[in-house]
């Protein structure tokens, strides 16, 4: 059982089309990060997260913390090859000492 | 400023044997974590050292150990290699203990077990 799930699994979308990926739980997180990670590589950490509500923009990406912080979003505004890659979320419970990954969107972003 | 090096990047192993990753982390980061990879259970984490100490573990059994040396420099045991060890090992530094601090990863070791 995964405490983050992540959907959809698999997305693969043409350039300039915008897309949401969404990272549900039914566990509180103290804070939730995102990552993105390309093939052959470790994950590279793109933003935290830490307050309820909680919206930060980076260039085209969108991240949003839930109100409640069970879940997470992360939205991409026209779409560009080089987004492609595997977008994980990762919380930190509020109880406990290690973060947990989500299941993982694969997105592809076909030219 | 050099990332968070892994050596070997590649290894090929055959059941019952045993395997040492090495993980460096970036210079000055006192804090590594070890996760696993599978294509099934995603990333999964194994265990954290800061300052030569496990802090934290998580639910994977006693075959898998590591050690964390003054130099910060880490390394990952996997004894009685198991078909189901294949997977991608990630190592991740940080400069603080806990949960909360950015990591860095490194690019893996990918093991395969024959």
């Known amino acids: 059982t995964q405490l983050l799930e992540q959907s959809p699994q698999f997305l693969s979308i043409q350039e300039g089309e915008n897309l949401t990926v969404y990272c549900n739980s039914s566990s509180v997180f103290s804070s939730l990060q995102w990552y993105r990670q390309e093939p052959g590589e470790g994950p590279v950490l793109l933003v935290t997260?830490?307050?309820?509500?909680e919206v930060k923009k980076l260039k085209r990406l969108t991240f949003q913390f839930g109100d409640a912080r069970k879940d997470s979003s992360l939205h991409i505004t026209a779409a560009q090859p080089g987004d492609t890659g595997l977008y994980l979320c990762a919380g930190a419970p509020r109880t406990g000492n290690q973060f947990y990954f989500g299941t993982g969107t694969s997105l592809t972003v076909i030219p | 400023k050099a990332g968070v090096t892994q050596t070997p990047r590649y290894l090929i192993k055959t059941r019952g044997q045993q395997v040492t990753l090495s993980c460096s982390p970036i210079?000055?980061?006192?804090?590594v974590s070890w996760y696993q990879q599978t294509p099934g259970q995603g990333l999964q984490f194994l265990f954290e050292?800061?300052?030569?100490?496990?802090?934290n573990k998580g639910n994977f059994p006693g075959r898998f150990s590591g050690r964390q040396f003054s130099n910060s420099r880490s390394e990952m045991n996997v004894s009685t290699l198991e078909l189901g060890d294949s997977a991608l090992y990630l190592c991740?530094?940080?400069?603080?203990?806990?949960?909360?601090?950015?990591?860095?990863f490194g690019p893996g070791t990918r093991l395969t077990v024959l």
């Open positions: 997260v830490v307050t309820g509500g």
């Open positions: 050292y800061f300052s030569e100490t496990q802090r």
């Open positions: 991740a530094s940080s400069s603080l203990a806990g949960v909360g601090y950015e990591q860095f």
């Open positions: 210079s000055g980061h006192r804090s």
